[in-house]
């Protein structure tokens, strides 16, 4: 039993390695063929986005996007001159780009990460101790995104509930608008029915004075 259960863990612990190992790759950015580090999640594109930048973030280091609807590098995100001391003691541009993995696989995205010194892909000028510190913090970005993706579900929530709330207040005020229309239509059908018996009153009075063929 005690060789199962042994078993069982080693087991579990390996397919949660192996959900998120980073590998090296290339990818394509400044219009050229790039050395990176890859590494597949099972978590939306967004909340790794998300992670990786609340991460430099947190060391100070702020991102900027590619953008324009000509730059062949949108969606890459750039943090230039940044020192990441988890990866190497030198400052380097850190370059990133998280994708969903396929059409069918919308939670799980793959992430390249392309490391650029003094304009220079330093990711093939690495010794093996600096690629696999990159490959560990890629790795280890877990617990991160694990975050980020629960913030996203929780805003999404917010946004879901914030939405039932609103529309609750728009039935209640339509309630509200329909009771005052009912007030004022009691109201018009009461002053209404006086207004009735007033004329049936005038009516009659003018009947009344009706000359007979005798008169």
């Not at 063929?33 to 790794?48: F, G, H, R, T």
């Not at 100070?60 to 020192?83: C, Q």
């Not at 990460?113 to 093996?128: C, R």
């Amino acid at each position: 039993m005690k060789k199962i259960f042994f078993l069982t863990m080693v087991l579990f612990g390996f397919s949660f390695l192996s959900a998120a190992q980073a590998y090296e790759d290339n990818t394509q950015y400044d219009k050229k063929k790039q050395a990176c580090i890859a590494i597949n999640y099972n978590y939306p594109a967004q909340a790794v986005e998300n992670a990786f930048t609340e991460k430099m973030a947190k060391m100070g280091f702020k991102a900027r996007e590619e953008k324009g609807i000509f730059n062949k590098d949108k969606g890459f995100i750039v943090f230039k001159n940044a020192y990441v001391i988890d990866i190497s003691a030198d400052r380097m541009d850190y370059i990133i780009y998280v994708e969903r993995k396929s059409r069918k696989e919308s939670d799980e995205s793959v992430m390249y990460l392309i490391m650029n010194k003094d304009g220079e892909n330093a990711l093939t000028k690495m010794g093996a101790e600096n690629v696999g510190r990159a490959k560990l913090f890629l790795n280890n970005m877990l617990p991160d995104i694990e975050a980020a993706w629960l913030e996203i579900q929780i805003k999404d929530q917010e946004e879901v509930l914030a939405g039932a709330e609103k529309k609750l207040k728009e039935l209640k005020d339509d309630q509200a608008g329909l009771e005052k229309k009912l007030r004022q239509n009691k109201e018009d059908q009461e002053n209404t029915q006086k207004d009735i018996e007033e004329q049936k009153k005038v009516l009659d009075i003018l009947v009344g004075k009706r000359k007979t063929p005798e008169q």
